[in-house]
């Protein structure tokens, strides 16, 4: 944990909030945290999330088991709707129950089924690995933000009703039979003997390489 001026260090690091904070102390940690910097702005005015790529974007959407909200629009409507759709983001019906991308162009299509010719604010309920997704319903860049938190809390409904909630040994057991794979950006496995080289190791534990984790239930939020 770091304070808003990126230097000064309010704990120590580890790979997790529990070997920071213990189990059950990282919510009563954070809270402190956060009357100790109290916000400066209205957290309505936050940025609407964009992942790195789509590929991304589904994956870790996946992995959450949340509905992907990708904004499909031309270049010269993004940063409108990079502004436009802040308080759709960072409504208290939406906030943390979603992941947001926005995309230029059709790659994407490649990976989702049920998509448009047309632009527009696509809900797409992702795959059971994060490799593809199908849409569950799509809305013209110009609907009003009304009705796009309206129709987001129907998907995010439908979305709970059909979806079994990860086991994550179960789920990553059944990707490493069918070989599914993620690239990621960082090499998967940790640095154990401390010699600058990453030591692998084999049951996919730990590496994220495809969307999952999670315990028993359904995956409504």
Known sequence: MLA???QEWLSRASR??????????????????ALMYPAKADSKDALVQDFHSFRQALNVASADQRVLVLVNAPAEQASRLRESLRSVANDESVIGRFHFDFEQGGDWKA???GSSEQP????IHPGEFGMKGKVLKQLPL??????IIAIMRQ????FAATTEKKVYSQHVAKGNREGVYFEGAVPYGEDRDGDGEIDHRGGGRGGG???GRGGGGRAGR
């Open 4 to 6: 808003p001026d990126g």
């Open 209 to 211: 390489r495809f969307g």
């Open 120 to 123: 527009g604010i696509v809900l």
């Open 155 to 158: 998907a995010n409904k439908q």
């Open 111 to 113: 990976k989702v089924t």
């Open 16 to 33: 997790g909030p529990e070997q920071v904070f213990g189990r059950s102390g990282a919510t009563d940690a954070l809270h402190r945290y």
């Open 142 to 147: 110009d609907a009003p933000n009304e009705q």
